[in-house]
Every structure is written in structure tokens, then in C-alpha cells.
């Protein structure tokens, strides 16, 4: 899937001002990322609210991304939850043909053992007509995929082709690194440790700064899969205090804040969400104007 090498970044939903799903700002949101260099969009994950769209504005956000994009960059959807039934007939209930591959988290909240967390994506593989990502999340599911897990997966189903992996762990992410299948993908979910894990031989990211600044991000993660470590490093340096700005006050929250300070979307969340307060808003306001400088 040299398609989904790089540089991929999950979408905020945009809000208008009455809390509406705001299409403009989503379609801007999806120009500004393929102007800019990113590689691939993935819509209706964690960062895009998902768990507060109706079934009717998940089909519509769907919808806006596929026509905004029109064919430019490859597109993972979200589709996971705690309930295998009911991702199971998601998938099988969504017309996936503009789609290039699903991103499904682990189960949250009722936290699986290891043998439930592999019955499950056993039956997310066999429902879904497209390559799978399983995501890892620990601290959004409440339970750890484990490296053998993972690596089980990886080698028992052929349309399970890659882990985003945001343990924070990053000696399981080696271990998945050294012992994996050929052409099964290890992609970082952090922002923090993409550039490190595609040193080590990742295949990239799935971001959240990335669609603040796809530019300077996605050069960097460039120039580490060309083994360009200097040049990587400079970049993230500078970007370093921004992915610790963003997520701050937690996600997206933070992600549209700087968002509202580009111009691209506002910053409006969906309860239980928050906005960013007054004083994250000064600091990214500062973080934005240094580095136009």
C-alpha cells in the first residue's frame, strides 16, 4: 500500500456557529491539506467527533470529503466501535467503493482480552471488502492491543495490512518493527514519536498536526523516510511545541483552535467537548506568529 506511505491526517468535523456541520470549512479544510502536500485524508475518526454525528451527517461528512477531494488523494474511512455486530453491518451497510482502506479501532470501554480483540478484528476482516488498519489507542479503549496480537493479525489475514500505533509505547512499536510480515505497515498515531518510528523503518503517520501545518509536517515525515535525519529533525523542533499546544486541552479541541487561528475552520466542539480556553488560544496565537517568521 505504497499509497499510504506518508503522511496521512485524521479530519476535524467543522461546526458552525450553531452547531451545525459546517461543509464549506470541510471542504476547505480538505484543500488545504491537498495543496500542502499530505498524502492521504482519513475522515470519521476519533478527532472528527464521530461518536457525536448522526448516522444521517456521517453519511453526508462522507459525502463532502469524497467530492471535495474528487480522486486527488487517497481516502481511509473510520469504522470501528465496541460493538463487533455492529461494525460488522457498518461495513457492510457503507458503499466503501471511493474508499482506499478502513481504519478500525480496537474496542473501547468493555476492555477485550487479547483473544476478544483478535475475534474481533477477525470478523472486521472478513466483513470488510477493503484493506483494514487496526488502530491502538490505549488510552481513548482502556486495553492495550499487544505486540503478538498485532503480529497475529498481521499474519492471518492478508486484508489486515497495517496497525496505527499510538500506544506510547515505543518498544512495542520496535518489536512490531523487527517481527512483522513483509508489507504489513507500522504507522505512527502520535504525533510526537512519527518522526523517530519512520527512522526506525515506519511507514508514516496518521496526524493531527498535519492538517494544521501539512506543509512543514509532512516535509518532515518525507525527509524521514529518505533517511534525511538532520534536515527531519530541524523541522520538528520547530514543530514541537505546537503537537504539545494542541493537545494541551485534549483533541480536537486544540487542533481547532490553531484551526480557527488559520483561517480554515472555526473551533467549535460538540459537547462533552469544550473549546480551547482564552489562554491555550494566547499561546497558539504566539506559537502561529513565530513560526511565520
Request: hydrophobic share 40%; charged share 25%.
Amino acid at each position: 500500500m505504497e499509497q499510504l506511505k506518508g503522511t496521512g491526517v485524521a479530519l476535524i468535523t467543522p461546526f458552525d456557529q450553531d452547531g451545525r456541520v459546517d461543509f464549506q470549512a470541510l471542504e476547505r479544510l480538505v484543500n488545504y491539506q491537498v495543496d500542502n502536500g499530505i498524502n492521504y485524508l482519513v475522515v470519521l475518526g476519533t478527532t472528527g467527533e464521530t461518536a457525536t454525528l448522526s448516522l444521517e451527517e456521517k453519511a453526508a461528512v462522507r459525502s463532502c470529503v469524497l467530492d471535495s477531494n474528487a480522486g486527488r488523494l487517497p481516502v481511509v474511512l473510520g469504522v470501528g466501535g465496541n460493538n463487533t455486530n455492529a461494525v460488522v453491518e457498518e461495513l457492510k451497510a457503507t458503499d466503501l467503493n471511493r474508499f482506499t482502506a478502513v481504519l478500525s479501532v480496537s474496542p473501547y470501554y468493555n476492555k477485550p482480552s487479547q483473544e476478544g480483540i483478535y475475534q474481533h478484528f477477525k470478523n472486521v476482516s472478513e466483513a470488510s471488502e477493503l484493506p483494514v488498519i487496526i488502530y491502538n489507542v490505549p488510552p481513548r479503549t482502556g486495553s492495550n492491543i499487544t505486540a503478538e496480537t498485532t503480529l497475529r493479525l498481521a499474519r492471518d489475514f492478508d486484508n489486515i495490512i497495517g496497525i496505527k500505533e499510538a500506544s506510547g509505547d515505543f518498544e512495542q512499536a520496535l518489536c512490531l518493527l523487527r517481527d512483522k510480515p513483509a508489507g504489513f505497515m507500522i504507522i505512527s498515531g502520535e504525533d510526537k514519536l512519527a518522526l523517530p518510528l519512520v527512522l526506525a523503518g515506519g511507514d508514516g503517520v496518521i496526524s493531527v498536526i498535519g492538517q494544521g501545518l501539512p506543509k512543514e509536517f509532512s516535509q518532515m515525515i518525507q525527509l524521514g523516510l529518505e533517511g534525511e535525519s538532520k534536515e527531519a529533525f530541524e523541522i520538528f523542533y520547530r514543530l514541537l511545541e505546537s503537537i504539545d499546544l494542541i493537545f494541551e486541552e485534549g483533541n480536537p479541541s486544540g487542533i481547532k483552535c490553531l484551526l480557527d487561528l488559520l483561517g480554515i475552520s472555526s473551533d467549535r466542539v460538540r459537547l462533552p467537548l469544550v473549546p480551547a480556553t482564552e489562554v491555550l488560544r494566547q499561546k497558539m496565537t504566539k506559537f502561529v506568529s513565530t513560526l511565520k517568521k
